[in-house]
């Protein structure tokens, strides 16, 4: 059996901006139909990579496919494929929910812009709140809205850039159970977080970004095995993320130290 073709496949990505060289070559792959969570700290670079998968800015050097498209060489094609939610939200205010699922369903020339709304307004839960301007929906509601109007058109890849940063937790939950439901449904994931659980709860597979590069890519079962299981007494407890995250961001970081 051959392995799918992998929904992203990015290769030796280096971006920098004037003297401020953020990617250093990153690698990482994504299998279609999975959640893959990009983590790092503020400013890693988390953003910059999406934004290079969804053709909004272009690489120094090296190679993206999404989809099996370049993001460069076939970038309309790209755009076909992909759908970015970006870290700050793109509803209109003024317009209701309905209204702004209609809008972007026009622009992305479907057919049945109405019919395309009403749906996905059922499957996130906004049918009540339909008709009311998008200024009175609560963040959560927000970006519920942010991420169905993501998937207008069916794009085969989503990327969520920090999709529950400034969320309360009761907020994070409703998106985390919408992003299952789109996962659920065969969609490839993307998003990026600097939160640790987040990446834990929903991610098939997490990448570290630090310093530039992926400094640590697997399962969350494989990143634990990095670090031996505490033992206290007679209990034995799984390391958390957050261990694992702080164990080797700060291994790389004594190194960096060191090589100075
Ligand atoms: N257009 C730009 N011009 C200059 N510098 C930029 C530009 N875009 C990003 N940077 C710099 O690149 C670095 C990485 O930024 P990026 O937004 O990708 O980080 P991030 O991981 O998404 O951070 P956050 O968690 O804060 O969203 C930062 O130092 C940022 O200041
Ligand atoms: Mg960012």
New binding site residues.
């Given amino acids: 059996m051959t392995a799918a073709a992998p929904a992203i496949a990015v290769r030796g990505l280096r ?1 920098s ?2 003297d ?1 060289d ?1 990617l250093h070559g990153v690698d990482f792959e994504v299998e279609p139909g999975r959640v893959f969570a990009l983590l ?12 290079i998968l969804a053709t909004l ?1 272009r690489p120094d050097s090296g190679t993206a496919t999404v989809d099996g498209f370049d993001v460069v060489d076939r970038a309309a094609d790209v755009r076909e494929s992909i759908s970015l939610t970006g ?1 700050f939200a793109a509803v209109d205010e003024i317009l209701t929910g309905r209204e702004n699922l209609v809008l972007v369903a026009r622009l992305r020339h479907v057919t049945d812009p109405a019919g395309v709304a009403a749906d996905l307004l059922a499957r996130f839960d906004l049918t009540d709140a339909a008709d009311r301007r998008a200024s009175t929906y609560s963040g959560g509601m927000r970006r519920r809205l942010d991420i169905a109007m993501s998937l207008v058109g069916d794009p085969r890849v989503i990327v969520l ?2 999709p529950t ?1 400034g969320l309360d937790p009761q907020a994070r939950l409703e998106v985390w159970r919408t992003v299952r439901e789109v996962a659920a449904g065969g969609t490839t994931v993307v998003l ?1 977080t ?1 939160y640790l659980d987040e990446a834990e709860q929903l991610a098939d597979r997490i990448a570290i ?1 630090h310093r530039g590069r992926i400094i640590v890519d697997g399962t969350l079962a494989e990143l634990r095995r990095l670090l031996p299981p505490a033992t206290v007494e007679y209990v034995e407890r799984q390391p958390t993320l957050e261990e694992i995250f702080l164990a080797v961001v700060g291994d790389a970081r004594a190194e960096g130290e060191a090589s100075r």
């Fill in positions: 971006k901006f004037g401020v953020v790092g700290s503020n400013g890693a670079g988390k953003t910059t990579v999406v934004r800015l870290q850039d920090e940063t990026t600097q970004l």
